[in-house]
């Protein structure tokens, strides 16, 4: 190749692109992902094996604390985990990044620790794990009560830089004739498939787990997605290994068959490929008589690059603002120090203010307009008094308030005008703004987001759960950030991040709600006193947004704005604010 430069070898499509640009400042920083396994846990339960899970929490360098970062998926009966959900960080070189990672064995369907058993912690840097490459970092699992007396339990925690890539792999994966295993190989089995990358020292690290389809020897398991990032870190020729086990109660999974492939193979053969499992126990005791415990079939393998949240709001999309503040008599009379609405004639901020604040101030930047809607509820409004659960903020005719200025603005203006009343309903707010989403449902122009602020139980919590249920389905998330001490469990319930929202029989298209407790975050004798951290308030509010709307925008089918046609002109529907008291 006549006069060309030194080959840099084949790019798979999609890869990531060379970001050295003179004359600019880059801060230096890695996005890594974070892979948990552990090995001879102390087992806390009588009759079974413990039901492991992990809470990886992050050390605030400001306030010292320990804020939770995310938790593994819970592995039924097992001393040996090896977790499927990663954590994906920023690495940043300057800073001592202290993490902790606290085991529980799962007793009960409960989102509160302290009904779990504690099984052991260990602390260490970020650096620590990234200085071991992909060996990972051993360390003692530091246990209390019945696990402290275990010296031999151990947790690994391995890492890998992440190249940015936008592929996915669609996969829909079949078997057949694969062995017996249930009573001595005279019943069926119960298979499930586990994906795993390989690493540079010879580990493997699990991927994907699929469903368990119980008595069946030709299973064919739900179609699934996974992100070439998490697949393979961009490298389509890396080794992944497709193992097919017997699934058993007590956690002693009888293995049937495996094989090696890699991206660039499943791609490459399409649909319709078949794959022998092999069991190399079996082989190596039945010689040139053993073929294979089964075949594994691909039935769909399609690569796809998916726009990310940055594509679209780079392409035209704005988050439409709307805030929904409570104005209920729990919160307390304004003039009283010990209120949640409090006016500080110092003028320290309130909870309700730093809310608002610290969410206004990020999401007011993905607004071309930054004109907002704000709303009240829960309050007596003049002139004469009757109670409304839906009320502008401004107390005009027009709920529009310019910036977040214009907001708390808004906000003082009811507190002096308004009497604080209740009940706590949140129906009314979350179908109010729906409406104003489902007219753009065919337009991927606006993406609305709802903040509620709240200090205490949901009132027509029926209600609300049928009101996000109907709102699942179009451009809309909506934030709860509750202030306060007041008991929230019932929010926990409508943030459904382990499984969808269902009421009544329906169940929603998707988790559309974050909820935030404000103590979390703030410290300091008495409201007004307060002190906060904006940044991870900030962040643990906004946290589930970019991936909501990419999951609505890839249900309705939406490109970004604009790769669309250029030629269509978007006009925003005729919205009437003609709403009732």
Known sequence: MSGAGPSTGWQPPGAAQNTFTPGHAVDPTSTVEISIRCSELEDMDVFSKSDPFCVLYIKDTKSKQWLCYGKTETIDNTLEPHFQKKFVLHYKFEERQLLRFDVYDSDKDSPQLEDHDFIGSMECSLGEVITQQGKGLTRHLVGSGKSARNKKQTITISSEELISNKEHLNLQIGATKLDAKDWWGLGSSDPFLTISKSGEYGQWTVVHRTEVLKRNLNPNWKPFTLSIASLCNADHQRALKFSVEDWNLNGSHSHIGEFTTSVAELVGGGTGQKFPLVSQKKKKKKGNKYKNSGLLQISKCLLELRPTFLDYISNGTELSFTVAIDFTASNGSP??????????????????????????????????????????????????????????????????????????????????????????????VINHVANFARAYQHDPSNYFVLLIITDGVITDLDATKKAVIHASDLPLSIIIVGVGSEDFSAMDELDSDDQLLSHNGRTAKRDIVQFVEMQKFVSGAGSHHATWNKDLLAREVLFEIPDQLVSYMRAKNFKPPGKMDTTRTYTAPQLPYNISA
Not at 393 to 413: F, R
């Open 335 to 428: 003039q009283d120090p010990h209120s949640l609405h409090y006016n500080d004639p110092t003028g320290a901020p309130n909870q309700y203010i730093t809310a608002i604040k610290a969410v206004g101030d990020i999401i007011q930047d993905y607004d071309s307009d930054k004109m907002f809607p704000a709303l009240g509820f829960g309050a007596r409004i003049p002139p004469s008094g009757q109670v409304s659960h839906e009320f502008f903020l401004n107390l005009t005719q027009d709920p529009y308030c310019s910036g977040v200025d214009g907001i708390l603005a808004a906000y003082h203006q009811s507190l002096h005008n308004v009497q604080l009343y209740g009940p706590t309903n949140f129906s009314p």
